[in-house]
Structure formats: structure tokens, C-alpha cells
């Protein structure tokens, strides 16, 4: 439920390219501050949006100043990257689009295994950029926080021991995982097209003069050419390289489909001066360069070549064809060796020497045509590659970054597995709206100050409670360019009307001055919501975000001032974060800061939200997927008896740390000898502080505070429905 605030209510409409209809567009924007995002800025009619009246929430009106949110992604390399294609080839993830098909990894028993998947995000950033150097020349440059996988686990590019800047970071005591050193693919040039055309031809083409005998007449001469294969793939960049060199021919069906075999396909030419071009286009040069013996393994692999069960081989029964594909693969630097089996028809192998790590080298700098036989899907993650770290070094600049979403939240750079982000689809199981366009197109409403202190001088206007941030964070980064929010505080507070925050957005410290004179006009309440309280887990699936230890010290600024500040502590994670440990520690923490009250909320996984967080369960935490699937089996909520579980294990800690004291945060109707903050059906609302209280004329008939009984139906409370948790 989004209530209006979904609504923009803009004037005048206006369309932009690749953007829906937007109303009183005045300019899109894109600053240097903010790469890889465009501002629309709008006049807005409106300020103030309505909920209806059946909704749960307290409070009846919300303001937005933002529609979209600028929270970036700090999990970013550079544009000339080289990703893993699901068919084995290679390009810059500068040059990705949301739908590729790529690599990435998951874990499959024991091993780490490579599988497909999607590229669902795409987006770039300016980062100051270091340099990764491995053993085996493999370099990556990327941001200090980006993170890559070693042999203990997700590791940073910097970080410390200890302090802020604490968490693990790469060593030269780290090794990487992948298969490692790549090298770029060529563009073919003519000795590239003529050594694929010997490879190919020479394999497994039918090419020759052939003379018959016609009774009482003179012989004849028969001229053909014929290539028949089951692999189009092959066919079609024979077909079209002749076709660059002046020879045409013609494509047929050649053997159907039977149940041993697959359907083959075929290209032909039966004129002379055609298969008399095609006879020189192939003979053997004296002296072949590089290009040419690249293109010649390529056509000789496609022809005669296979890879399966981590054997990469080419088979020939001509000693001429065994001799050049040897001699092909010493000049390019690869250990191949003859293996002779004595069979009856001499067919012998070339075999490729170093596992994966040469494999995907052969690839790409060969680069065949029949992609399955590049394809790593399913094979484990083992090589002999040294990816050891050899330097980190900061090279003093920042450089344009990109990252990438996808859906196992890893892929291939430059042979190493590296993680990638999971801001965007995190703010949607935190319950934000996820998107490409939510994720980089913010309209910012630039007249909202103006438009709704007419809206609040209005004699129809009866000051109720009006909240903030709960659709998007009004302190998200396009609130330091945009700076907004100082005057509608100021709007708010002049005309005597009470108002809430909720953020997670550190920018609000900007403001506590102003936020403190407005307390003494109005009733005012402060929310900081702290999704994940693990460090470690909130580098995995809150990067974008300021980290735990930021937004306590927002809390600690608040109380400082005088201000009240509920904290909201979730999602709690079942199995990760719901210890009696871990819960203990964050609401110490939370109680040393200051904090006027907290409820404590579990995960929610709606649909969408779900898929992400549990491709990152099962790479990440595998032992837990049968819990989920069990908790989340027909529901976006944990079931009833967790929750309860969940509010025994919480009370006692409540009241440890000074928490547990009831006031007008709880849910009207409420059992008052239930601990403030407890996880329940009807039993919480909002924490103490969050909102505004003391007989406020925004309250709601029958209560002494703004806030209205949460429906038992409602199984997560209204805290479920606000977007920044």
C-alpha cells in the first residue's frame, strides 16, 4: 500500500525520453556530484498527501519531497572490467544492460559452482580508484569498498582493524577465487578469417574436383563444396567469411533430427571459380602470423574440437592438421600434447593442458564460434591459478565505476569472482519501491516549500500530524543539493503543526538546530531505522546505506539536543540476527545512544524481495534455506508462533536496557503490560519518540496520542507498511 504519496501531483505534463509522463517539468539535471542519476525537477501543485482513512498508519498526512531515491551504490570497478558472458565470451561492464546473460556462482554442496544469470541493474558512479594485482598478472581497479571473494570469505579492497573504517579487507596474504588472467578478444581481421576458414574447411568440409565417367562421352568434372554440421553457429560465420571474400552459397537442411542424433545443417557451392576461390583461401601459408594461427584454432575447434568433463581436446586423423594445430598452440603461449590411443581410423588428440584457467584463455583469445563449448555453467570452482594478492595500491584519482546487480549478487571480473550490489533490491525488502528508474531518475518537487505553506495557511487546514519518510528517505543524498527540507520544517513549525521523520539518511544532523527550535512550537517525533545491525551483513546487503555505527551517532546527536528519537531495529533476520547475543548487543547499543524506545520488527520477504534475498540465503548462508522456506512458505510474514518466540526473547532485554517503558509509542489499545517494542500482532506500533505526542490536535478521536490501534489482521503492525525499515 502506498497510499497517495505514489501520486506526484505535478502541473502541466511533460514527456521525457524513456520516462514516463511527467507534469511541470522545468529541467533534467545531471551533476558530477551525483553520476549516473538524473534530476527532474518539477513544480508540484500539491505538498501534502492524504491517507485514507481505513489505512492503519498514525497520521493522516504524509509530505514527499522526493519521488525515487539517490542512495548509491559504494560496490563498483572500473567501465573496462571484463564480465563473464553465459556463452563464454567477455565484455566491459561499461558496456552491459540491464537483461544480459552472464556468470555468476552459488554454492553447491561442498563447492562453489559457476551458473547463468541476469543482469537486473546497471548503473554508474566516481569513486576514488585502487589497483588489485595478482600472481598471475591478473589486475582489477576498483573502489576501496568493493569486495571480492577469497579463500576466508568476502573481503574489501581497503579497510582497518579497527575504528570505522573496521572490516575484513584484502591482504598480500589473500588469495582469490576464479580462474584468473584473461585477455581481451580481437577483432577479426583478413589472416583472423583466412586461418578460421583453413581450420574449418580443412576439418570438415567435403572440397575437391571430382571427374566421373559418362559412357559414350567425354568426362566430366563435378566441383564441390560442402560443409554440413549440427552447430549453426559455426555455419554461419563460415557462410558469411565467404561471403566477405566473394563467395556465395547456399544454405539447406542436410540430416533430420533422429533420437541419437541431432539435425544437420549445411552451406554448398558447386561453381567452379567459387570452390577454385575457396582452394586458395585455404592452402597453407609459409609463414603464418599470429591473427592467422588464432583463427585457424578457432576454425579447427568448431569443426573437430570438444570440451566436456574439464577436457579441452581437437581431434584429426591428418598428421599436416595435427602438426599446425601443435605448432598453433605453442606460438600462443598454451601447453597442449598429443595423445596417440592407437586407434584403427589414426585419429589422435591435441589436448589443452591447465584445467579452466586455460580454458577460458583459449576462449577468448581464440574465440570460437560454437559458444557451448565455452560455456562453465555447473562446473565447481577449482583452479590452479595464482590469485594471490600481490599489492593494493591507491592510485590517488577518482575514476568513473560501474556496478551491477544480478541475480545470484556475484559475477566474473576479469576471471576473480566479485560481489555486487545489493542496495537496490534491498530497498525493496526494506520496503522501499526497486527499480531501474527508481534507482536513477529522482524528481525533486523544487517549489514544495512555497506550495505547502499556502497548503498550511488554508483556514480549511486543522494541523494534524503530518509524517515524513514514508515513502522515500527526505534525507537521502539529493537532499545536500536540493536542501529542502530546512523549509519545510520551518513551514511546518510556523504553522503549528506537528510533524515526524523517519530516516536513515545521516544528513538529518544538518538540521537538529532547526529541528530544535521547532520542538519548542510543535510536537515533533524523530525515527531512525537501523535494517541491519551486523556490520558484515550490512556491507552485504545494505552497501548504499550509512552503516549502523553512523546512524547511532545520529541517534547520540539527537538525544544530545533534546530531541526525542525512536529507533526502529529491523528486519530482524531468523538465525542471524535474532540471538540472544546479537539482540542484546544492538539494543545496548541503542539504549547507550540515547534512544527514546524501539520495536523491534522481523523480515518480511513480499514477492520480488523474496527472490533476491534468498539467492543471497543460499550463496551466503545455505544451511538456513530450509528455515526460510519453512517460515516464508505462504506468506511474506514469519508465522504467528515465531513472532511470539521473538517477543519472549526480546522483553527481558528490553527491560535490561531501560526500553521497556510504555508510553504513547504503543498501538492504542494495547495491553500496558506489554513491553514497549515487543514484536506482535496489535501489541506495537511505533517506538516512543518516533511520533509525535501530548495531546496533539492531530490525534485521532479517543486517543491521547496520533496514533490508531493496529489491526490484529495486520500480522507485522503498521510499522510494516513504512518503506525505510
Known amino acids: 500500500m502506498r497510499w497517495d504519496a505514489q501520486r506526484l501531483d505535478l502541473e502541466d505534463p511533460t514527456t521525457l ?35 485514507p ?35 563464454g565470451s567477455q565484455r566491459p561492464i561499461a558496456e552491459l544492460r540491464v537483461g544480459d546473460r552472464i556468470v555468476g556462482t552459488e554454492k553447491r554442496g561442498t563447492y562453489r559452482h559457476y551458473v547463468m544469470t541476469d543482469v ?23 573502489s576501496g569498498d568493493h569486495q571480492f571473494l577469497t579463500g576466508r570469505g568476502w573481503k574489501h579492497v581497503t579497510g582497518s582493524m579497527s575504528g570505522a573504517d573496521q572490516r575484513p579487507y584484502l591482504t598480500t596474504n589473500d588469495s582469490l577465487l576464479g580462474f584468473g588472467r584473461t585477455v581481451d578478444t580481437l577483432a577479426a581481421c583478413h589472416e583472423y578469417r583466412r586461418g578460421y576458414l583453413t581450420g574449418m574447411v580443412r576439418g570438415d568440409a567435403d572440397l575437391g574436383v571430382y571427374r566421373y ?16 554440421l549440427a552447430d549453426v553457429d559455426g555455419l554461419h560465420r563460415t557462410r558469411a567469411y565467404l561471403a566477405q571474400e566473394g563467395v556465395v552459397t547456399d544454405w539447406f537442411d542436410f540430416t533430420l533430427a533422429t ?55 581437437i581431434s584429426n586423423s591428418d598428421d599436416e592438421m595435427l602438426r599446425r594445430t601443435e605448432k598453433a598452440f605453442a606460438t600462443l603461449g598454451f601447453d597442449a600434447v598429443l595423445e596417440d590411443r592407437r586407434l584403427p581410423d589414426r585419429v589422435r588428440n591435441v589436448r589443452l593442458r591447465g584445467g579452466l584457467r586455460e580454458h577460458m584463455r ?32 591507491a592510485l590517488g584519482l577518482e575514476v568513473p565505476m560501474f556496478d551491477i546487480t544480478t541475480g545470484t549478487g556475484d559475477f566474473i571480473a576479469n576471471g576473480v569472482i566479485s560481489h555486487n550490489c545489493f542496495a537496490r533490491k534491498t530497498h525493496e525488502w526494506l520496503e522501499l519501491d526497486s527499480g531501474r528508474d527508481f534507482d536513477t531518475q529522482v524528481v525533486v518537487k523544487t517549489n514544495l516549500v512555497d506550495v505547502l505553506r499556502r497548503e498550511l495557511a488554508r483556514p ?132 547507550a545512544a540515547g534512544a527514546s524506545g524501539v520495536t523491534v520488527i522481523p523480515l518480511h520477504l513480499r514477492p520480488g524481495a523474496r527472490e533476491w534475498f534468498m539467492a543471497w540465503l543460499s550463496r551466503e548462508h545455505p544451511e538456513l534455506v530450509p528455515r526460510y522456506q519453512q517460515l516464508y512458505a505462504r506468506r511474506a510474514y514469519v508465522p504467528a508462533d515465531y513472532r511470539t518466540w521473538l517477543a519472549q526473547r526480546v522483553a527481558p532485554l528490553l527491560a535490561k536496557h531501560g526500553l521497556d517503558r510504555q508510553s504513547g509509542g504503543a498501538a492504542r489499545g494495547a495491553d500496558p503490560a506489554v513491553a514497549s517494542g515487543v514484536p506482535g500482532d496489535a501489541e506495537v506500533g511505533f517506538p516512543d519518540g518516533s511520533l509525535p505526542t501530548g495531546g496533539l490536535p492531530g490525534a485521532r478521536p479517543g486517543s491521547t496520542s496520533p496514533v490508531p490501534p493496529v489491526r490484529a489482521s495486520a500480522p507485522a503492525t503498521a510499522a510494516e507498511q513504512l518503506p525505510l525499515l
Open 460 to 591: 480549511s487546514w486543522k494541523r494534524e500530524h503530518v509524517a515524513l519518510g514514508t515513502n522515500t528517505d527526505p534525507y537521502q543524498r539529493a537532499e545536500g543539493r536540493y536542501r529542502l527540507m530546512p523549509g519545510v520544517i520551518r513551514a511546518l513549525a510556523t504553522s503549528g503543526t506537528p510533524f515526524s521523520i523517519l530516516t536513515k539518511g545521516t544528513l538529518l544532523r544538518r538540521d537538529i538546530p532547526l529541528l530544535a527550535e521547532a520542538a519548542e512550537r510543535v510536537p515533533l517525533g524523530l525515527g531512525v531505522s537501523m535494517a541491519i545491525w551486523d556490520d558484515e551483513l550490512h556491507a552485504g546487503l545494505e552497501p548504499g546505506v550509512p552503516t549502523p555505527r553512523a546512524r547511532l551517532d545520529l541517534v547520540r546527536a539527537l538525544a544530545d539536543a533534546g530531541l526525542p528519537c525512536g529507533v526502529f531495529l529491523a528486519p530482524v533476520l531468523p538465525g542471524l540476527t535474532d540471538g540472544v547475543v546479537e539482540l542484546d548487543a544492538a539494543l545496548e547499543a541503542v539504549a
Open 362 to 393: 583459449f576462449a577468448h583469445l581464440v574465440d570460437p564460434a560454437i559458444r557451448r563449448k565455452c560455456s562453465v555453467d555447473g562446473i565447481a570452482v577449482k583452479s590452479d591459478a595464482d590469485l594471490r594478492v600481490v599489492s593494493i595500491q
Open 213 to 228: 565417367e559418362r559412357p559414350g562421352r567425354a568426362p566430366g568434372d563435378v566441383h564441390r563444396f560442402r560443409l554440413a
Open 53 to 87: 482513512g481505513e489505512s492503519a498508519m498514525p497520521f493522516p498526512w504524509t509530505i514527499n519531497p522526493y519521488r525515487g531515491c539517490s542512495h548509491s551504490c559504494v560496490y563498483c570497478i572500473s567501465g573496462d572490467t571484463q564480465v563473464l558472458m553465459a556463452d
Open 120 to 142: 537486473l541493474a546497471h548503473w554508474s558512479t566516481v569513486k576514488p580508484a585502487h589497483r588489485v594485482s595478482l600472481a598471475d598478472g591478473t589486475q582489477i581497479v576498483a
Open 17 to 51: 525520453p524513456g520516462m514516463p509522463s511527467i507534469r511541470g517539468l522545468l529541467r533534467s539535471v545531471q551533476v558530477p556530484e551525483f553520476p549516473g542519476l538524473t534530476f527532474h525537477e518539477v513544480r508540484a501543485k500539491s505538498a501534502l498527501n492524504h491517507v
Open 259 to 313: 533420437e541419437k542424433r541431432r539435425a544437420m545443417t549445411a552451406i554448398r557451392t558447386s561453381a567452379a571459380a567459387k570452390v577454385a576461390r575457396i582452394r586458395s583461401l585455404v592452402e597453407w601459408p609459409q609463414d603464418p602470423g599470429e591473427a592467422w594461427q588464432r583463427g585457424f584454432l578457432a576454425g579447427i575447434f568448431d569443426a573437430e574440437g570438444s570440451r566436456s568433463k574439464g577436457v579441452l581436446r
